[in-house]
């Protein structure tokens, strides 16, 4: 029987073999960092594209933050202005009440009743004149009544005395007054 040595052969199939194994694993290999460069340079835009947003967000926050700033700082010249308001408000019903009050006074006075002395305090009013007679001082307590702005008059004090060799009544009142002595009154 002959034999024929087949070694070499096999061998040389072995090494082709694995020459086209390491070949499909280099170009495997290859493949794969290919995929995973593709993947990381992927990823890396994304994180820029990300990166780039956060600043953007970033920079639209700090424009807001200013913004709200500049609300906060309107709201709070707002509620200065308001106040101000509010102080002229008052002003101007403190300026035109007296006014008021002066006027329906002298609307209660007779021609033979002479004021001497008007001072108010607290909401409540102290009067001293004169009068001829005793009626006038009545007529003049019931016109005070009558007044919108004036109430619970109240005669403290009637004498008589003699100014300039003239026999008179001196008397004393006092009376309130009303919220709406500020607001002007309708005729």
Wanted: with cysteine; hydrophobic share 40%; aromatic share 4%.
């Amino acid at each position: 029987m002959i034999h024929i040595n087949l070694l070499p052969i096999r061998a040389s199939q072995k090494k082709d073999k694995l020459r086209g194994q390491l070949l499909v694993m280099l170009l495997a290999l290859i493949l794969t960092a290919g995929a995973c460069g593709v993947v990381y340079s992927s990823l890396n835009s994304q994180v820029n594209e990300m990166k780039a947003e956060i600043a953007r967000k970033e920079q639209r926050l700090q424009a807001l933050k200013k913004t709200l700033g500049e609300v906060a700082e309107f709201k709070k010249k707002k509620e200065e202005l308001v106040g101000k308001l509010d102080i002229l408000d008052k002003l101007k019903q403190a300026k035109s009440g007296p006014v008021h009050l002066l006027d329906q006074l002298s609307q209660s006075l007779s021609e033979k009743l002479w004021i001497t002395a008007f001072k108010e305090s607290g909401g409540t009013i102290n009067l001293s004149g004169l009068a001829l007679n005793e009626e006038m001082v009545a007529q003049f307590l019931k016109n005070l009544e009558a007044s919108p702005n004036y109430k619970n008059v109240e005669l403290q004090v009637i004498e008589q005395a003699t100014q300039s060799g003239v026999r008179v009544n001196k008397f004393n009142v006092v009376a309130k007054v009303e919220a709406s002595a500020g607001k002007p009154v309708q005729r």
